[in-house]
């Protein structure tokens, strides 16, 4: 249908090339504090951090922040704590009932406190949406500085689902009034290792 | 009705129009906050135009580069040339998955092509799952601004809404209470859906990917329960490489709310296997604006909103006013391009403060552009005769020096002596809701002159 006739406009519309311009990484750099930037930009977008001196407190660190989660979904060997396992075949709409979801962040992001989690770490796309409230288990080595590098780490990967997600659902829809908890987790918890 | 008219409507409560303006400008403010704590802003803000002007002028190298990645990666890729095309592209995939419930993030675009009336008048059931197009949509009115879709209602006026189509119980405008239950509401929504239809950011051509940013994770509630996904984009969405989205989410989440990044930035290239994703690409009057030089520019919109937000008239005269799915200053440069008659009031709707230039993430010259737009529209648009006559009038008082100053004087004597009632009379717009200044017996030119006398 539209095709020829859309390209077809745009060469006969388009100015003369313009040349795409290189990002000169250099007008970005600055000294920070990886770790304290990121914690504090976490809290900034309505997250917690909680930080670990061993994985092994994790489950129990978890228990304490979460007592009431029944149904969870734990994507990462680092926690016990799965009542319901998920594989790629499972229908996204029976993740309706989980609690509570644990995964595994692939590198977090210190400008503005997003994390990179990815298809890899959980083989239904919806969960880290639908579940209730959301752990994203992350190693503190694991921290870039900004988006620019940021999409250096994620140049090469398998590209299918992946996003960065920062802070827990949130609107202020009604009166500019801020509420936590609108379509998507009701809650975020990072938990630096 | 033109810009002013309405604004006049929307003026009628006070109380109503001054919380708007104070509630956009605090979101300005959080917009510069979160600039300033950015190194190289400006440098950013430099690249994003760079980076679009590069896209405009290479634009159907890049929509071919970006389908055929996009088919590689299993997506299909639909092309329309305008609004009927779209509606009818969608409606036909719903049609072949026999989908009867439809769940929608937010997109302008499909605002643009209202699509909604389109799918409820073949009996599909159309829900807008962003909470502000939610309230709107029930409300049964369009967003009026593209951010904050809901900005012109009072949370009253939304606890009312809810009563009625949700069965709340009142909660004097509770935005928690009303959040919940709107969250419970959707929740079923998002469930039952059949197809799940989203705008997008940012498409990638380099990859055949594209981005879909989100707070509250509705796009992605939908589109990850629904069998089917739709992505409706205009052609200007196109960015050449991923790494440009480095630039671009840096600056649309802060430009927009002032928020570091939105909470979701969703990045799809493949749909989940045994499930459909679809891209439908549409012009609707782009490749017209295209060609036009002066406004081209315009093509580079991210949609952050931020003109919106800073703009004097905007954020005193609200959404609805301007009549155009993009409203403000943004919208006042890309309607006259799809209707110059209709939308001829609208390059007016400015005080020409420049002030959504020195915002805008892209640096789109938007008040250049409203200037430019005026000299159009009074050649090609007929204009009021009240308006041309005096116009006309004060073009030759100010070219004649004596007469300047007789009009000066008169002007003096008539606010000074005449009755309040002549003075305040509807004829004065400048003494609409304001007192006018105190008048003095001189000039500055009378005054200059007996202080150059008095000081030797």
Redesign the interface.
């Given at each position: 249908?539209?095709?020829a006739?859309?390209?077809k406009?745009?060469?006969?519309?388009?100015?003369?090339?313009?040349?795409?311009?290189k990002?000169?990484l250099n007008?970005?750099?600055?000294i920070v504090d990886l770790l304290e930037t990121f914690k504090s930009?976490v809290k900034?977008?309505g997250g917690d951090v909680i930080e670990l001196a061993s994985i092994n407190d994790l489950d129990t660190k978890i228990n304490d922040v979460y007592p009431n989660a029944k149904k969870i979904v734990a994507q990462t060997s680092a926690s016990n704590l799965g009542t319901i396992s998920i594989a790629?075949d499972t229908d996204?709409?029976s993740l309706?009932i989980i609690d509570l979801a644990i995964v595994k962040g692939e590198f977090g992001?210190t400008?503005?406190?997003?994390v990179w989690i990815s298809e890899e770490q959980f083989p239904?796309?919806?969960l880290p949406?639908?579940t209730n409230d959301l752990v994203i288990v992350l190693s503190k080595a694991d921290l870039c500085d900004?988006?620019?590098s940021?999409?250096?780490k994620i140049?090469n990967r398998q590209?299918?689902?992946?996003?960065?997600?920062?802070?827990?659902?949130?609107?202020?829809?009604?009166?500019?009034?801020l509420?936590i908890?609108?379509?998507?987790?009701m809650s975020l918890t990072i938990v630096l290792v | 009705m033109s810009h002013s008219q309405k604004a006049a409507l929307f003026n009628k409560n006070e109380t109503k129009v001054n919380w708007h303006d104070k509630?956009l400008w605090?979101?300005r403010e959080k917009r510069d906050t979160a600039a300033h704590k950015?190194?190289?802003w400006e440098?950013?803000r430099?690249?994003a135009s760079?980076?679009k002007?590069?896209v405009?002028?290479?634009?159907?190298n890049y929509?071919?580069q970006f389908e055929q990645n996009a088919k590689q990666?299993g997506i299909i890729v639909?092309?329309?040339?305008?609004a009927e095309?779209h509606n009818l592209?969608v409606h036909k995939i719903l049609a072949k998955n026999n989908a009867k419930k439809v769940v929608k993030s937010k997109s302008m675009l499909t605002e643009e092509c209202h699509l909604n009336p389109y799918l409820e008048a073949k009996g599909i059931e159309v829900v807008d799952?962003?909470?502000?197009e939610y309230?709107v949509q029930i409300a049964k009115e369009p967003p009026s601004h593209i951010v904050?879709?809901?900005?012109h209602?009072?949370?009253e006026e939304?606890d009312e809404l809810f009563q009625e189509h949700l069965g709340t119980t009142p909660s004097n405008?509770n935005?928690?209470y009303?959040?919940?239950e709107?969250?419970k509401h959707?929740?079923e929504k998002?469930?039952e859906a059949d197809v799940a239809i989203t705008g997008v950011n940012f498409a990638v051509a380099e990859?055949g990917?594209f981005v879909v940013c989100t707070?509250?994770?509705?796009a992605?509630?939908g589109a990850?329960?629904a069998k089917v996904h739709i992505a409706c984009m205009g052609?200007e969405k196109i960015i050449?490489k991923?790494?440009?989205?480095?630039?671009f989410?840096?600056l649309l989440a802060r430009s927009a709310?002032g928020?570091?990044?939105?909470?979701?930035?969703?990045?799809?290239?493949?749909p989940?296997?045994g499930k459909e994703l679809h891209i439908v690409?549409v012009?609707n009057g782009r490749?017209?604006q295209?060609?036009r030089?002066d406004f081209?520019s315009s093509l580079h919109c991210i949609r952050c909103g931020a003109c919106m937000n800073t703009c004097p008239i905007y954020r005193r005269s609200g959404g609805h006013s301007y009549d155009a799915t993009i409203p403000g200053p943004i919208g006042s440069i890309l309607s006259p391009g799809k209707d110059l008659k209709k939308h001829s009031s609208l390059p007016f709707a400015s005080t020409l403060c420049g002030s959504c230039t020195n915002v805008c993430p892209v640096k789109i010259n938007i008040h250049e552009q409203l200037y430019k737009w005026r000299q159009i529209v009074t050649k090609d648009v007929k204009q009021p005769l009240v308006k041309k006559s005096i116009l006309k009038i004060v073009g030759i008082v100010l070219s004649k020096p004596k007469l300047y100053n007789l009009a000066g004087k008169s002007a003096r004597f008539v606010l000074k002596y005449a009755p309040r009632f002549m003075v305040y009379s509807n004829i004065n717009t400048w003494g609409k809701a304001r007192e006018l200044p105190e008048v003095k017996n001189q000039n500055f030119d009378d005054w200059y002159k007996v202080k150059r006398k008095n000081n030797g």
């Open positions: 249908m539209g095709r006739a859309i390209l406009s745009i060469q006969e519309n388009k100015p003369a090339l313009v040349p795409l311009p990002i000169d007008s970005f750099d600055e930009n900034l977008v790629k996204p709409h309706e992001v400008e503005n406190g997003a239904v796309r919806v949406f639908i900004t988006m620019h940021a999409y250096k140049a590209r299918s689902f992946g996003l960065f997600l920062s802070g827990p659902s949130k609107t202020a829809d009604i009166e500019q009034c509420v908890g609108a379509q998507g987790a | 509630a605090f979101v950015i190194k190289g440098y950013l430099e690249l760079g980076i002007a590069n405009l002028s290479n634009l159907d929509l071919v990666n639909h092309w329309a040339s305008n095309e592209i799952t962003d909470l502000g309230i904050l879709p809901a900005i209602k009072t949370k939304v405008g935005p928690e009303l959040t919940n709107a969250r959707l929740r998002f469930i990859t990917g707070n509250e994770g509705n992605d509630m990850h329960l052609i050449p991923e790494e440009h989205l480095g630039v989410l840096r709310t928020q570091p990044i939105t909470t979701y930035s969703s990045h799809f290239n493949k989940v296997p690409i012009d490749t017209d295209l060609s030089e081209r």
